[in-house]
């Protein structure tokens, strides 16, 4: 049983290792920002899942009782990971696709990234403001 | 009732006037006279046990590793002044609520004058020379401000400052010299320096404190060469000028003299300094006395004449001499006061103060006149008033006194000075009163109410019964005297009739002669403006403004306003310090062995240096920049976690996130990259500068770290459970040992949120104000401000964030964490609302006053400091204990954790205060409020809210 349970740890971490070492090569070796954020964003998430799987298993298996500390850390990744990426790519958006180059909303809906002067070109410009 | 409370009493008073105003002027009058009168009924309670030569302590120790006690004495010389102080601030009182008018702030007018009641008072019963010092200085202050009473005259400004600057200065040199004094006698109790004459004069440093002292008594008593500063605080309101110019504040120099006679006088500096600074002083005093067409200049003078008279006799240094000067105080107390106040009632009468408007008033003012002839006969020596015996004693003295082996210098220039006061006395007397009536008066003039008159009248009976009957002040006066001349008195009788003795000579010298020179005023009078003569206020204006250029010089020439002049003043300063320190001591390496470089600290350290270089290179790009700092911050905290500083670890990074998320907030409206201002040069020595300050820094760091270091630690770690009841150290330290400190750290921390707030109301006030009306972002704004990702995410964390703050609130007392990280902890949580949702939107669900909070958080942590007091124990004692609630576990209690509350609030205060000051930027420059939550909401027809508002 434990040899079996080393095995899986083992071979967890490994996994993990690989996964780790794969995000963070694509982060130097993609050249567009928006292929760049795959690499750490789905890679490490994975990378980092694996870890949180040995330890538990680790725990629960030699630590004489189960782990629940990983949960919550597997929790904060899924919250924080996707939020982030997707903050990435609003703001490499914004920055550097103009209105025009992006295909139109549908179903009555509207791009948020962008402004609503450009989102509607033709309301012109906004007023000045002067007081 | 004890003297610490007689002192008190004035000061407790003070809070009074300003809330009873509301209660009209008489209540204001009143409570502030009701102070006043039981100060002095204490003090004469006291009067029997005085006059039977006892001597009333009370004794508080306050600090008593300075030697600062509060201690309090009455002896005979601290009764006569504190009886003179209160009794005519008794009269003062009741005259000032007829003088000052309704347009002027009553209550502000008698809160001061109790002020520097107080302080006065304080002075004359001091037994701590410290004390003494400290209540000196507060009878500067409080007469700054009653002499600036009528801010918006520039006189009383100008005049305010000038005698602010004058006895400050004085004040100065006192404080020296009393610590000199105190380090010969050994004591800085009065009573135990009066004991060490001998030590006191044969010490080297007798001179110099001698010289300081006396410069500090001359400043306040306005001795020639300082007495410029009198004349010009006459801008003052009469009640003022009467008080503190001839009864109280001038005469503190006296007092201090006579205070300090039986140990620093007898000695020849003495003699010469203090008797030829009054001689001189007199003299000079009355002769421009004479000239002055301003009654209260006349005045003036002619107390800075009296004031050098009494100066004199102190300065003779003989026993007979002190009980003439202790008489005379007295005198001049009396007619000088009653006579500013007459002058202050022609003045609010005839609605001027220039005598050469006046005169005739005797038929018009018949009550002020018969008072205002009575005292100013007085002054002039007459006999029957109470004048003339002091001034015969005055004149006996002087007679055989040698100056410089010279009989006839001192007597000559006392008959001389004698003859100016009469003249001027006269004067006052006939170009005022005397003479045709006029029909020219600016007001036409009639004697004020009783309640006006009420105080100078009482006064002049005094000098009459005084001058009529002197035995009956006789006894009072031995008690007096033998205080000033510790109980080394001669026996002597105060009577009218002395016989013919040289005295009497010089005194009908002086009335005949006196009377002669008014006759040919007219005359001299103009010889005496054609003379030239040095302007003493413009001189010391010149000296003002120079010392005020060459101070503001220096400080332009250290703090430029660039952080980098002053980083670089300081570095310096502390490497050269540092430098010279070590090079002059011997240095061995420290003995500690080294531990091994390990792979992972390695790469933190590796990424530490990296982000820090990088910082340098790309300053210029901020954004960056702050980046690159938040990369340090964790590293930082990485580093704590490492080496087991969990608490530290915490703390370092909630503070790294908060500091990040206020800077970007603020980069909005800043530039988003740093101008290149210097040359190479200068950017070379900068960096020379900046590299040996770092390396210097290495190096102390790591000759510390490779020797073993004793310090408090061990004591902490061992007391912390058993002492502090925590088994976190760090927190019992910041709760319980350093309590006291960081009870100072919340405070300094919600100052500075109050600052950033006042910074934001001052900008927002001024120019700054258009440049954010018409804002433009430099950079491409994104159409959804509020991201529905970003709203979901906080909102579903906010319940999260928020027990976790509980949570290291409640364990920091024993496990990592504690009242200021889940302040952090819990603003961090609100903060990601606010940026989530925008700032008003989020206000208007959370709305809790943010400078409430930071007050709450300071009063919670000084109550539960308080409270110790209640048990008997030094401010901030903890106490802890344990309880068992039934169903559960034992628990413990500690009053730690109501402090930790405090910190906890004042945390949570000061970030949203800043980051609502940011918000009201933004606000300013066109930042509207949206009315949903989030901008975009794909859940709604339509998707985009356009509802929002300025």
């Known amino acids: 049983m434990e040899t079996a349970a080393e095995i899986v740890i083992a071979l967890l971490l490994v996994v993990s290792g690989v996964f780790g070492l794969v995000g963070s090569y694509g982060l130097i070796k993609l050249s567009d920002p928006m292929m760049r954020l795959h690499a750490p964003t789905k890679a490490t998430t994975l990378g980092v899942g694996g870890v949180l799987i040995a330890s538990m298993l680790y725990f629960l298996v030699f630590g004489g009782a189960p782990s629940f500390h990983e949960l919550m850390i597997t929790l904060f990744l899924f919250l924080t990971a996707p939020v982030s990426a997707h903050f990435v790519a609003k703001a490499f958006l914004h920055r550097n696709i103009r209105r025009e180059e992006v295909v139109p909303a549908r179903h009555g809906s509207v791009w948020a990234g962008y402004s609503p002067a450009e989102d509607a070109p033709a309301t012109g410009e906004a007023d000045d403001r002067v007081e | ?950």
Do not use: C
């Open chain 2, 1 to 950: 009732m004890s003297p610490a409370l007689i002192a008190a009493l004035p000061f407790l008073g003070a809070l009074l006037p300003g809330l009873m105003i509301r209660a009209g002027r008489d209540a204001s009058a009143l409570v502030t006279g009701a102070a006043t009168l039981l100060a002095l009924i204490g003090l004469l309670t006291h009067l029997p046990a005085v006059m039977r030569g006892e001597v009333v302590t009370a004794q508080f120790t306050w600090l008593p590793a300075l030697g600062l006690n509060a201690s309090f004495f009455i002896d005979g010389l601290g009764m006569l002044f504190a009886g003179l102080i209160l009794g005519i601030g008794l009269l003062i009182i009741l005259y000032a609520r007829y003088y000052i008018s309704a347009q002027d702030p009553m209550g502000q007018f008698y809160t001061y004058l109790l002020l520097f009641q107080g302080a006065m008072v304080g002075i004359v019963l001091s037994d701590n020379i410290l004390l003494l010092l400290i209540f000196w200085e507060l009878t500067s202050l409080s007469s700054f401000l009653l002499i600036g009473y009528w801010k918006h005259l520039p006189e009383g400004r100008q005049g305010a400052r000038m005698a602010l600057a004058v006895t400050g200065m004085g004040g100065l040199a006192l404080i020296g010299g009393m610590l000199i004094l105190g380090e010969i006698a050994g004591s800085y109790e009065l009573t135990v320096i009066l004991e060490n004459r001998e030590a006191i004069q044969s010490s080297d440093l007798y001179m110099p404190a001698l010289l300081l002292i006396l410069l500090g008594a001359f400043t306040k008593s306005a001795q020639f060469p300082f007495h410029f500063w009198l004349p010009h605080a006459m801008a003052a309101p009469t009640p003022v000028s009467a008080y503190l110019h001839s009864a109280t504040m001038v005469k503190a120099g006296l007092f201090l003299m006579a205070r300090l006679w039986p140990v620093l006088s007898g000695t020849e500096a003495w003699f010469y300094i203090v008797a030829t600074t009054g001689l001189v002083t007199m003299v000079i005093g009355a002769l421009i006395a004479l000239f002055k067409d301003d009654l209260k200049a006349l005045l003036a003078f002619s107390t800075v004449s009296h004031l050098g008279l009494i100066t004199m006799l102190l300065g003779f240094g003989t026993p007979m001499a002190a009980v003439a000067a202790v008489f005379h105080i007295i005198n001049h107390a009396s007619f000088k006061a009653a006579l500013f106040m007459t002058a202050g009632i022609v003045d609010h009468e005839a609605h001027t103060r220039d005598i050469k408007r006046l005169g005739g008033l005797r038929r018009l003012m018949p009550v002020t006149f018969a008072i205002a002839t009575i005292t100013a006969l007085s002054m002039a020596g007459i006999p029957f008033l109470n004048g003339f015996l002091s001034k015969e004693m005055m004149l006996e003295e002087a007679s055989h006194t040698v100056w410089a082996g010279s009989h006839w210098a001192v007597p000559a220039l006392a008959t001389l000075g004698a003859l100016l006061s009469v003249a001027y006395s006269f004067r006052y007397i006939v170009h005022v009163f005397l003479g045709p009536e006029r029909d020219d008066y600016p007001h036409h003039p009639h004697d004020p109410g009783f309640g006006m008159w009420a105080g100078p009248a009482l006064l002049a009976a005094l000098v009459i019964v005084i001058g009529v009957a002197p035995w009956l002040v006789e006894p009072l006066v031995r008690s007096f005297a033998g205080a000033v001349t510790a109980g080394d008195l001669p026996d002597f009788h105060l009577k009218l009739w002395h016989g013919v003795t040289p005295a009497l000579y010089m005194s009908g010298i002086a009335v005949l002669g006196g009377a002669a020179l008014l006759l040919a005023h007219g005359g001299l009078a103009r010889l005496w403006q054609a003379a030239p003569r040095p302007e003493a206020k413009t001189i010391f204006d010149t000296v003002v403004d120079s010392a005020a250029r060459a101070a503001r010089a220096f400080t332009d020439a250290l703090h430029d306003g660039a952080i980098s002049r002053y980083l670089a003043i300081f570095t310096v300063a502390a490497v050269a310090v540092a430098g010279i320190s070590f090079l002059g001591g011997s240095f061995a390496a420290g003995g500690r062995a080294l531990l091994a470089v390990e792979i992972i600290p390695a790469i933190g350290w590796l990424l530490l240096v990296v982000a820090t270089l990088t910082i340098v290179a790309v300053h210029r790009r901020r954004l960056l920049a702050l980046v690159l700092m938040g990369v340090v911050g964790v590293m930082i905290s990485l580093g704590f976690v490492y080496i087991s500083a969990p608490d530290l670890a915490l703390t370092q990074l909630t503070v790294e996130v908060v500091t990040v998320i206020l800077l970007l907030l603020a980069l909005n409206f800043l530039p988003k990259e740093t101008p290149r201002e210097s040359g190479a040069a200068i950017r070379l020595r900068d960096g020379v500068i900046a590299s040996v300050v770092g390396l210097g820094a290495a190096a102390l760091i790591y000759a510390i770290m490779t020797r073993d270091v004793s310090s408090i630690s061990q004591f902490h770690l061992a007391q912390s459970y058993y002492g502090g009841g925590g088994t976190n150290v760090v927190n019992v330290i910041l709760v319980d040992f350093r309590g006291f400190d960081t009870f100072g750290e919340i405070i300094v921390l919600g100052i500075a949120a109050l600052s950033i707030f006042a910074l934001t109301e001052a900008l927002l006030g001024g120019p700054v104000s258009r440049r954010l009306v018409n804002w433009r972002y430099d950079m491409a704004r994104a159409g959804d401000r509020h991201p529905l990702m970003l709203v979901v995410a906080t909102r579903a964390l906010l319940p999260i964030a928020l027990v976790v703050g509980v949570f290291i609130f409640l364990r920091g007392h024993n496990q990592p964490g504690g009242g200021f990280i889940a302040g952090l902890v819990v603003a961090i949580a609100f903060v990601m609302q606010y940026m989530a949702s925008g700032f008003a939107w989020a206000q208007a669900r959370q709305n809790f006053h943010y400078h409430a909070t930071i007050a709450l958080g300071v009063l919670i942590a000084a109550l539960t400091g308080l409270g110790a007091w209640f048990n008997g124990r030094p401010f901030l004692t903890s106490d802890f204990g344990y309880i068992t609630i039934p169903p559960l576990n034992e628990f413990e209690w500690a009053t730690a954790i109501a402090f930790d509350v405090g910190v906890f609030l004042t945390v949570v205060g000061s970030v949203m205060l800043a980051l609502a000051s940011l918000s009201r930027i933004a606000r300013r420059a066109g930042e509207t409020v949206n009315l949903e939550p989030m901008d975009v909401d794909p859940s709604k027809p339509g998707g985009r809210s356009e509802r929002q508002e300025r």
